[in-house]
């Protein structure tokens, strides 16, 4: 497990279900939390943009995202449901997330 899933796991008020996370487990734990905030943040404006789709705002990573990112007093609080977003809409073959995936350090993008 990467360091950075460990600091998220470990934080204060997460119950996070067995598994989940392996998302982030992917990424550099080196990234630059900036890219996968800023990422995570652009998908939200996507699915809620002139050209959103209700499917894409249905999503239960979008939701888990928006509301992490609402509550977070640090990038631990919402790096793994960021991670989770990206990597949904980067299997969509949206390309945004594909390239913040990339930069991000997965290995699959």
């Not at 598994?19 to 939200?44: E, I, Q, S, T, W």
């Not at 793994?80 to 945004?96: K, T, V, Y």
Request: glycine share 10%.
């Amino acid at each position: 497990m990467s360091d950075l899933l460990d600091r998220c796991l470990a934080r204060p008020g997460k119950n996070y279900p067995a598994g989940y996370g392996f998302a982030l487990g992917y990424l550099d734990d080196h990234l630059n939390p900036a890219h996968l905030r800023d990422a995570a943040c652009h998908m939200v404006g996507k699915a809620y943009g002139p050209h959103g789709w209700a499917e894409a705002r249905k999503s239960p990573d979008l939701a888990a995202f928006v509301l992490a990112y609402s509550e977070a007093e640090c990038f631990e609080d919402f790096a793994i449901e960021a991670a989770q977003l990206l990597l949904e809409w980067g299997m969509r073959g949206d390309p945004d997330a594909a390239a913040a995936l990339r930069l991000c350090g997965h290995p699959g993008y």
